[in-house]
């Protein structure tokens, strides 16, 4: 409970919490992946900031969500916003509900389910965050990782074309992300982090 202490007062004095308390929510054996498969809270904060800029109440979906660190931290960023993220391993759906709990945020929501039976249709943002690194990285793999045939094609072709069939003016922030998985109908509108952190919006 003193980690979370220490992260709502960060925010509450206006200061981003640092990876090392926001990471220290999860189990030891997450905890060790932490660099490699969870953004960073400076890039989820430009993240989000893009993602919900001249919106009301935009609703933003994270693809493939882990143990929620994105849409954890982007909805105590943002009240007035909604996070929901999409993450096919349950045992990180728990993780990312327990810590939300904790936070008591209305405004983020979890499902555990395969994002290739996920509709885009009622959200106004997206994120991705290296999403395919366990296919094509054996070293990478974390707890329960399921690997398929042509598993990580079907999620890339199912990706692209939800987005592509999003309305003029979605937004879609990506870090480490290969252009190529990119609908052509989203233009890049600016970069970040070296250009390894791009934002786009629909035309």
């Known amino acids: 409970m003193q980690a979370i202490n220490e992260i709502l007062d960060c925010i509450e004095k206006g200061d981003l919490p640092s990876d090392e308390l926001l990471d220290s929510l999860l189990p030891e054996e997450l905890r060790i992946h ?8 400076y890039a989820i904060q430009l993240a989000s900031e893009f993602l919900v800029k001249n919106q009301s109440s935009p609703h933003i979906l994270d693809i493939g969500s882990g143990t929620g660190k994105f849409c954890l931290l982007g909805a105590l960023l943002h009240k007035t916003a909604q996070f929901n993220g999409v993450e096919y391993r349950a045992s990180f759906v728990q993780i990312a509900k327990d810590i939300a709990v904790q936070f008591d945020t209305p405004n983020v929501h979890f499902e555990c389910q395969n994002i290739l039976s996920h509709s885009f249709e009622n959200y106004d943002g997206f994120f991705m965050f290296n999403p395919f690194l366990e296919h094509r990285n054996t070293n990478a793999r974390m707890n329960d990782f399921d690997d398929e ?4 094609a079907d999620y890339v072709a199912h990706v692209h074309k939800e987005l592509a069939q999003r309305p003029a003016g979605t937004r879609l922030a990506c870090l480490y992300v290969n252009e190529a998985h990119i609908p052509e109908n989203f233009k890049l509108v600016d970069q970040k982090m070296g250009g390894t952190l791009r934002f786009y919006i629909s035309q």
């Open 149 to 152: 045939p042509n598993q990580a």
């Open 34 to 41: 932490a660099d490699q498969h969870f953004a960073g809270a």
